[in-house]
T-cell receptor, first 113, second 112 residues
Framework: DTGVSQNPRHKITKRGQNVTFRCDPI?????LYWYRQTLGQGPEFLTY????????KSRLLSDRFSAERPKGSFSTLEIQRTEQGDSAMYLC???????????FGPGTRLLVL | GESVGLHLPTLSVQEGDNSIINCAYS??????FIWYKQESGKGPQFIID?????DKRQGQRVTVLLNKTVKHLSLQIAATQPGDSAVYFC???????????FGTGTRLTVIP
């Protein structure tokens, strides 16, 4: 399967704990995106990488959130001191060029208790 | 708002009938539009896209229509099948932007 992969698929944590998610994009795609999706809503943009450079962050990305893409391949999204409001599906997408279709992974569903 | 999000527009169709899902977009500067299908517990799956220099594009069993005058997008699914049951989202973006803006999804239910 050469699609976008994400791990873990599900994560349950207690409030205040740190969590980290991983995204492996389609191999030839140099653009990588993180989105968050809450129940009944469409995905909302969090941040964007071109190769290893993080070029855009939305206002949704509070200072408790950090994303990296150290070698321009896989990316990690870390949430520190999780809050119940962080419970959501975290989606990763990739695309080969700007303005091209973004292909999504299966998502990581986070539940903060 | 929250109430809109929790009460997705719904469309129920009989198996074999055609489905039409509508979407109004907000940004007149948007020039690229994508339809995604999302099944429960899964990520959005690309269906079809269209750029603003076109008003119609066809794929396998799907057609997207774009009306820039009224900022309206529609997805037509021919001979709808039970496997088409899902939430459908339209997404918009513009040249130079990096993120997609998603509309309120529509839940399609196919009745066997």
């Amino acid at each position: 399967d050469t699609g976008v992969s994400q791990n873990p698929r599900h994560k349950i944590t207690k409030r205040g704990q740190n969590v980290t998610f991983r995204c492996d994009p389609i191999s030839e795609h140099n653009r990588l995106y993180w989105y968050r999706q809450t129940l009944g809503q469409g995905p909302e943009f969090l941040t964007y990488f071109q190769n290893e450079a993080q070029l855009e962050k939305s206002r949704l990305l509070s200072d408790r959130f950090s994303a990296e893409r150290p070698k321009g391949s896989f990316s990690t999204l870390e949430i520190q001191r999780t809050e119940q409001g962080d419970s959501a599906m975290y989606l990763c997408a990739s695309s080969p060029f700007q303005g091209e279709t973004q292909y999504f992974g299966p998502g990581t569903r986070l539940l903060v208790l | 708002g929250e109430s809109v999000g929790l009460h997705l527009p719904t469309l129920s169709v009989q198996e074999g009938d055609n489905s039409i899902i509508n979407c109004a977009y907000s940004n007149s500067a948007s020039d690229y539009f994508i339809w995604y299908k999302q099944e429960s517990g899964k990520g959005p799956q690309f269906i079809i896209d269209i750029r603003s220099n076109m008003d119609k594009r066809q794929g396998q069993r799907v057609t997207v229509l774009l009306n820039k005058t009224v900022k309206h997008l529609s997805l037509q699914i021919a001979a709808t099948q039970p496997g088409d049951s899902a939430v459908y989202f339209c997404a918009e973006t513009r040249t130079g932007a990096n993120n997609l803006f998603f509309g309120t999804g529509t839940r399609l239910t196919v009745i066997p």
